[in-house]
């Protein structure tokens, strides 16, 4: 189990250099460089600008210099000195702005994730177990709509029947006067009031996946001859479907956690902006609109690299739980 | 005696519905692939009822300046954020009539200050058919001016408004009618660029094995594990803002493309190593046919129907994400129409609460995306006609 946990890991290491070559070359992108926009923006404010300071940065991101030796500047910067350059727009250190975004979208990417598959792996057992119920046809009837609405859209439509209908505002994750406090108590809870609208808004599609998946693998095993013989030897129901089929019905899921991971992720981006939430869509977004590149580019890196993580951590769950794959390997 | 001759009309009877059981069973016997998937296809209503929806709407899309009453950039100064024009088949007397719009009097609300519209009940137009109208190119080529609908009145005098207008006078449902063109068939141009890609580079992983399908693997993995839209976010912004619509729409396509075609890849790969494997393809080997002939004439015909299905399926993503990009302010940008562009009009919530109708499109969205889901899953089905 350990060597095959560290041999995944030594396969994350080739896929983190790629990553962080897209990410860099999404920042090259757009024409021009970062420190001659700084310049032109300095100098339309009437700000005097600082030769030295401009030739410091210069040297410090390898501008001028051949693409390679600014891409090992750039990674050098945040492996050695955790510096993710500078945001042009908020005029500070993109490390200073980016963490709490990011923790932000981890914490409502893993509650949808939660709440999804408590969600629909439940119902997904109920359907499979009462199959051709009238409470079977709903819920495949509301998962096959499930699955073909589109979070963002979904997000406009609840914004609007909240503002219509009830008079609220549901965007946002915080209340006004907690938006710039810092972190207490208070704010966790209010937060926790604001949260759920988001969560259930983009955990639709995914739990009616859920829904579909699990409820077709437990109606593959449920018809399996040791689900038979155990049931022929008198255990009960409840434990017979819970105990054995459930379980293998469920492998896939481990399987694909990181790709749900990554889905969500770039789910709630759009979600996000729609909902105005203070996680990383609205910021990336912007930074994108203004050529901020280097919060851009450390957002997409970042966001990748988590995902990539996730990827990880399901192949381990995955080699756990199925002792087959880890003993092929 | 009565018995006997019930007896022997149950013999017919049986005789006669053994013979269409035999016919039956003949009919499949002989019917060809593509026969049996439609007779599957068929057996599922809601991919019927959704093929129907899918042919209206890319009808609409291909015919939109005839389907159109009004061209899309026409601003009605006098009929800002009108709601959606009612159509009424029962006049003030309660007569049934040819639906018709009574003209609408503006007004402005004494307390809010706000422009509400009101009918005027004494003046009614007749909503006519194939009546002339502003003039347009039909796919820039057809010089016409009919349209499927509208009244025989000038536009100055009364407009008729299926879906309303937006905050400029314009009518919407000619605008969604505009932007289906845009929208619906991105998603075909994407999903026929990712299938180029998916069908070789799936191709060569599933039939030559080894190294390569190792590095395309990896390369796979690798693309399906950065999350797609902020990729996409950073790549569309990087188009430049002053290219042409049509050069920005293609360079959509690419980015979503450079995504798509991995799913397709990994199904053509999978089908390649179950059926390189099968006798057919070894007799075909024996018998000395190319490694080219192989593939053309043995095996992608035996997986088209999952390709097809699989293309399907990934329609809706497409559609979707232009969709998502073009409402951001990434993809698309006015003066182009497309369904996400039409929606940027939503992000503003106090508009949309005084004119839900804009709103409009992302029905549209949703039904074709469901639309499509639904066909893909019966092709999915139908896919292969012979299991069971």
């Known amino acids: ?54 030739a410091a940065l210069r040297e410090r991101y390898g501008l001028g210099q051949p693409i390679y030796v600014q891409y090992l500047k750039w990674v050098k910067g945040i492996l050695l000195h955790n510096d993710w350059g500078q945001s042009m727009e908020w005029q500070r250190p993109v490390k200073e702005l980016i963490f709490e975004r990011i923790a932000l979208t ?125 049931r022929a030897k008198g255990l009960k129901e409840t434990k017979l479907v819970l105990k054995y089929p459930t379980r293998v019905a469920l492998i896939p899921f481990f399987s694909t956690v990181g790709w749900a991971l990554a ?36 957002f997409i890196l970042l966001l990748s690299t988590l995902t990539v993580i996730g990827t990880l951590i399901s192949d381990v769950i995955l080699a756990w739980v199925d002792p087959r794959i880890r003993l092929e390997a | ?24 069973e003949e009919r499949v016997f002989v019917a060809s692939q593509w026969q049996l998937m439609w007779w599957r296809f068929r057996k599922h209503k809601m991919a019927l009822v959704s093929a129907g929806v899918l042919g209206l709407f890319y009808l609409v899309a291909i015919f939109c300046e005839f389907v159109a009453p009004y061209d899309p950039e026409q601003f009605f100064t006098q009929y800002k954020l009108c709601p959606p024009t009612r159509i009424h088949i029962r006049d003030a007397q309660g007569r049934f009539q040819w639906p018709f719009i009574y003209k609408l009097q503006r007004q402005r609300d004494p307390e809010t200050m706000r422009i509400i519209y009101t009918e005027d009940t004494t003046t009614a137009y007749p909503i006519r058919l194939f009546v002339r109208g502003s003039p347009y190119r039909l796919w820039g080529l057809f010089s016409l001016d009919r ?86 976010m950073g790549l569309s912004a990087a188009l430049p803002a002053d290219w042409p619509i049509v050069r920005v729409y293609f360079g959509i396509t690419i980015i979503l493309s450079l995504i798509g075609w991995t799913g397709l890849a990994r199904v053509v790969r999978s089908k390649f190593m179950s059926l390189r494997e099968e006798d057919f393809t ?33 329609i809706p993503e497409m559609i979707l994400s232009e969709t998502g990009l073009s409402f951001l302010g990434l993809g698309l940008r006015a003066p182009a129409i497309s369904w996400g562009v039409l929606l940027r009009e939503c992000q503003n919530l106090r508009s949309l609460v005084l004119a839900p109708w804009v709103l409009t499109p ?15 899953d019966g092709l999915r089905d139908a896919a292969d006609p012979y299991a069971r």
Request: charged share 15%; glycine share 8%.
């Open chain 1, 263 to 298: 889905s969500l992720v770039s789910g709630s981006t759009l979600v996000a902006v729609v909902l105005s939430l203070q996680t990383e869509g609205p910021m990336l977004l912007r930074a994108l609109m203004s050529q901020d590149m280097y919060l851009a580019g450390s």
């Open chain 2, 147 to 232: 349209h499927l609908f509208g009244i025989d009145a000038p536009r100055e005098e009364q407009g008729v408004f299926l879906l309303g207008a937006d905050r400029m006078g314009r009518d919407l449902f000619s605008r969604v009618c505009y932007g289906a063109r845009i929208s619906l068939s991105i998603g075909l141009v994407g999903v026929f660029l990712s299938l180029i890609l998916g069908i070789i580079l799936g191709g060569i992983s599933g039939y030559y094995g080894g190294l390569l399908d190792n590095i395309i693997q990896r390369a796979i993995e690798f693309i399906r594990s950065i999350p797609s839209i902020p990729l996409w």
């Open chain 2, 1 to 24: 005696m009565a018995e006997r001759r019930e007896n022997t009309a149950q013999a017919v009877a049986g005789a006669a519905e053994e013979l269409a059981y035999r016919e039956q």
């Open chain 2, 282 to 314: 070894m007799a075909a080997r024996l018998a000395g046919s190319s490694e080219m002939r192989i593939i053309t004439r043995h095996l992608v015909p035996s997986f088209l129907s999952h390709i097809i299905a699989s293309l399907t399926l990934s």
């Open chain 1, 1 to 54: 189990m350990l060597r095959y946990v560290f041999r995944r890991i030594l396969y994350m290491i080739p896929t983190l250099i790629l990553i962080s070559m897209v990410s860099f070359a999404i920042i090259q992108l757009p024409p021009g460089d970062y420190l001659t926009s700084y310049a032109a923006q300095l100098r339309t404010t009437g700000d005097t600008i600082d030769e030295a300071e401009l």
């Open chain 1, 106 to 230: 981890v914490v409502l990417s893993f509650s949808t994730m939660i709440f999804s598959w408590v969600v629909g792996i439940s119902v997904g057992i109920y359907s499979a177990t009462h199959q051709y119920s009238f409470m079977d046809y709903l819920m495949t009837l509301v998962s096959f709509i499930g699955v073909g609405t589109p979070g963002f859209l979904l997000a406009l439509i609840v914004m609007y029947a909240a503002m219509a209908y009830f008079g609220l505002n549901v965007g946002g994750l915080f209340s006004e006067q907690y938006m710039l406090a810092p972190w207490s108590w208070a704010k966790f809870v209010d937060m926790l009031k604001h949260i759920w609208i988001p969560i259930l808004v983009l955990a639709v599609s995914s739990t009616a996946g859920i829904i579909r998946t699990t409820r077709a693998n437990l109606l593959d095993e449920l018809n399996k001859p040791y689900v038979v013989t155990a």
């Open chain 2, 362 to 376: 992302a029905f549209a969205v949703i039904i074709a995306v469901l639309a499509f889901n639904f066909v893909g």
